[in-house]
DNA sequence: TACATAATGTTATATTATAACAATTTTAAT
DNA sequence: ATTAAAATTGTTATAATATAACATTATGTA
């Protein structure tokens, strides 16, 4: 489970708006949706999203600037992500498979770096899509 | 190795950039460095990354929005990649290890989608970092 | 209380990327 | 060589994403 973190206003009520979504959300759409609610500047959403990401509740997905909310219920923060992207309907799915982060997170390449994060992006079409 | 396409005037004085940097290099820094050469517009070196991206000779290094020349001989296309990524100096380098590239083109998950591509970031500190 | 830290609000601006359209060059088939 | 299609280029404008800087307010904690 998450450490609990008690989220401010700001933090809260953008959470609530990208845990609520089907989809990862681009911080102007946050924006757009949050207006009513008195968050009125981008930086109010990028101050949350940033505090958001940093505590684990919510990944980035970098290849589409978008935010999603953290799916995997075992992990604290997001130190270890991978994704799968429909390319057709973009759906976006954590993927949360021990034997990958295992192999993920003991990698080691030659050069020698030491690693301490990661981020794995699959691209295709999910299976609603292959049959279309 | 590639195979080999005649690039165009454009594509070529920004893989040329590009190729010869230590890093790697965001689109308006291109942009900059190839003014005196007449390219004069975002559109021109956006349209160039493009095209280089698509036939694999550099790679887009997606948490840094920055554009990297391919380093790995053996691949044709940019359909999968790794790369490791020092937080401290961002140095960035391309992984080629077949271990990890045979492990994620083989990854099934179950949800059963169909993975024609990845992106692997790991992020870290490099040797040179490390003893810092 | 009072100090430090974190979060907020606000304006302005920087950075990254694409739309739309016209013109030119290249390719490949005749 | 001719020509039609496809790719590339040039250009202006604008959209989309993200941060700087600074003043203020709220929260945690000694």
Do not use: W
Not at 15 to 36: C, G, H, T, W
Not at 104 to 111: E, G, M, P, Q, R
């Amino acid at each position: 489970m998450h450490k609990e973190h008690n989220l401010t206003k700001n933090q809260q009520i953008i959470f609530d708006i990208i845990d609520r979504s089907p989809e990862p959300l681009k911080a102007y759409s946050i924006l757009f949706n949050v207006q009513k609610k008195g968050i009125k500047a981008p930086l109010q959403v990028y101050r949350a999203l940033d505090k958001l990401v940093e505590i684990g509740k919510i990944h980035k997905i970098e290849s589409r600037n978008a935010f999603i909310a953290c799916q995997n219920s075992s992990c604290q923060v997001s130190k270890a992500t991978a994704f799968s992207i429909c390319e057709s309907c973009e759906k976006v799915t954590e993927i949360n498979n021990s034997s990958l982060s295992k192999y993920l997170s003991n990698f080691k390449d030659k050069a020698g770096m030491k690693y301490s994060k990661y981020n794995l992006e699959f691209f295709g079409l999910c299976k609603k899509c292959i049959t279309k």
